[in-house]
Every structure is written in structure tokens, then in C-alpha cells.
């Protein structure tokens, strides 16, 4: 049965054990909240309101993590076989006696939930890039890739590699072994994410394959001064875009940027940290990228993601009005099509053994779309 460790923000997971059982009706889900093993504990020993143990002396609340952490193998341990394991852990930034961050679940302690129980994929769920910002007290948010800052190489290293043991994050792992599959989402959407990770693991052999979907977001927001007719356009685009990225849900598991609100800010402080946290947290752990252009829209964003996966070697599926007639932003795709049709076409047609339809491998498995009638019956 599958295993998934989540990690995030604290406030980014409300709800999403509510929503992950709803898609998992029949199958036995154990959703294990360390905050609120951290919690009752702190209750239990101090007689502190559940909401106030944040506001706890840092030695109380390392007391608690310990000992939440020590029921979570418990927990584990004590667990049925057939029963499907997410394990809540919070992430909480600190900056105690430095500009170092500290992480409260460091790689090791992954190492030994991955001994009692193997993990099968880390998810990270993150939404406005400010909030981790705002966590760290001040310390500068990582919007420039080229920075080699202490504080800008452990926070990537918190929230993209440090519970995965990858070797080039900051520290000497050689003694981790484990090596667990690991993906930053959207909150929006990730009990539908979870749900397909649990279907996958419990059937399945390898990892999950994702899809981050882009496409123009700002130039699609209604904007004071428009005609009603410019108005029309942008809620039938809308619409259409939401029908392309609702139809690969049945195909891969998706991370779809333009259903969080600071997406469309038009702050430019905003906008550089969402393109920061676009490329290097979603399309860096996705396998691939499927940009949809339902009209010829201007997106410097979606150039950048693109050329992004193509520096990282990853395919760029291409979607615009313009294809294939002419080059479109100076930027050659792996694949390009000239609307959704043609590329559902593509998909009808799908032959693993023919090298230019190597890209869609991900979308399929065992020759079927991988999620199609899961979820819709």
C-alpha cells in the first residue's frame, strides 16, 4: 500500500485529509498530523491550549517535536498492511541566533520512517512564495538563481532537496539511503494529488510521472478598461484552459500555477518571486511541460519556464495558435501543436516505439492514459 510523507507551510494542509477521502471512499487511509501528535502532546504535559503551543519556549516545542515524531513510528509500526499511509509533517522556517534557517525534520529522521515503513514520495505543498518569505523573519526571499547566499542555499535546499537525500544539496549524505521520489505543488488540488499518488503506489510499479501545465495567467485577468467584448474573449480563454488542464487530469498528475491567486499579481516583487518559484520548485520536480496558448497571448513567465525545462533537458509540449506556421517566442519545443485538438489527436495515436512521440510517455501507462476512469465513474 502507498506511503506519502507531506510537508509545507503550516495552514497550507487545512483540509486536504477531508478531500483526499472523498476520492479514496473504499480504500483504508491512515492520515497521520504530527502538528497534532505535537499538540495533544503539549496539552497532555503542559496543559497548553493546542493553539498556543507555537508560542511555546523553543526547548518545550523541540520536547514535543521529539516525542510527536516518536509516536509517529509508533504509529507506523502498529500499522495494517492494506491500509494507504499519509504522514502530515509540518515545516516551520526559524531563524534562531542567526540568519541560518532550521528545518524541524531533518533528512535523518525521514531515514527512519523509511525503515519502518518505506516512503514511496515526499510532496511539498507551497502557494505564495511570500509566505516563506515572511517566515523567515526578513531574511531575503531567493528570487535570483545565481545567489550563493547561506540563507537563499538552505531554504531551496528545505523546501526542494532536503528530504531527499539528492547529492547535491548542501550536505554530506552519503550514510542516507534512502532515496525518495519528491514533488512541490500547489495547495489548490492536492487532495486530487495525493489521491492519484495512492491509486498509482498501490497498483503500481515505479514512480508517479507530472506534468507542469503553463500558459499565459496575468494577460487573462480582467482588467479595468476593457471592452465587453475584450471581456468575453479572456472568460471564454479562461474556460478553455481550464477544460484543457481538467482533461489531463485522467493523463498524469498535474501542477497547474494559475490556480493561485499571486500568480496574476501585478506587484513586480510579486511576480519575480512566482517566476523563481515556478522554475525552480514546480518545473525542476516535474517531468515535463505542457504550455497552452488558447489564443497569442504575450507571456514572458511562460517563456522562461520553458526555457528553463529545456536547459534542465526536459520535453516542452507546445500548444499555440501560431504552430506550426512559424516559430513561436524564438523558443523550439519538443512538441508543438496548433490547438488542444490536434494534440489530443496525438495522444489517440500514441506508439512508445516511435521516437518522435517519446515525449507523451508520460502521460500513459501500460498504453492507457494512466488516470482515465479513476476518479470519474
Known sequence: MATILVNGIPGTKKGVSEGLQKYLKDDKLKFISM???????????????????????????????????????????????????????????????????????????IQALHDV???????????????????????????????????????????????????????DRASYKVQVPHIVVPRDGADLTLAKMI??????????????????????????????????????????????????????????????????????????NTVFRDKHWFVQKTDIVIAYFPDDYPSSGTL???????????PVILIHPSL????VFGFRPTMGFKDPESFFKALTRFDPQDPSMRPLKYLFYEGKPAYKGMFWK
Open 35 to 109: 502538528g497534532g501528535l505535537l499538540a495533544e502532546r503539549g496539552h497532555l504535559l503542559y496543559g497548553t491550549d493546542p493553539d498556543l503551543v507555537a508560542e511555546m519556549d523553543y526547548s518545550y516545542r523541540q520536547i514535543l517535536r521529539e516525542l510527536a515524531y516518536s509516536d509517529t513510528l509508533n504509529i507506523l509500526k502498529a500499522s495494517e498492511p492494506k491500509e494507504h499511509i499519509v504522514i502530515d509533517t509540518p515545516l516551520t522556517l526559524y531563524t534562531q541566533g542567526g540568519n541560518i534557517p532550521e528545518v524541524i525534520f531533518p533528512q535523518l529522521k
Open 117 to 171: 515503513r518505506p516512503l514511496n514520495h515526499i510532496v511539498s505543498l507551497m502557494d505564495v512564495p511570500e509566505l516563506v518569505a515572511d517566515r523567515l523573519r526578513g531574511q531575503p526571499y531567493p528570487h535570483d538563481s545565481n545567489s550563493i547566499s547561506d540563507t537563499n542555499i538552505l531554504l531551496d535546499w528545505m523546501i526542494m532537496e532536503g528530504m531527499t537525500g539528492e547529492a547535491d544539496a548542501p550536505y
Open 199 to 272: 491509486f498509482h503506489y498501490a497498483k503500481r510499479e515505479g514512480p508517479v510521472s507530472s506534468a507542469y501545465l503553463a500558459g499565459p495567467i496575468t494577460h487573462l485577468k480582467d482588467k479595468q478598461g476593457d471592452s465587453a467584448e475584450t471581456l468575453e474573449k479572456k472568460a471564454i480563454d479562461r474556460k478553455r484552459m481550464l477544460d484543457f488542464n481538467n482533461f489531463m487530469q485522467e493523463y498524469i498528475i498535474t501542477v497547474i500555477p494559475m490556480t493561485i491567486a499571486d500568480g496574476r499579481a501585478a506587484d513586480k516583487k510579486q511576480i519575480i
Open 304 to 314: 522562461e519556464e520553458m526555457r528553463h525545462a529545456g536547459r534542465i533537458g526536459k
Open 324 to 327: 506550426p506556421d512559424k516559430e
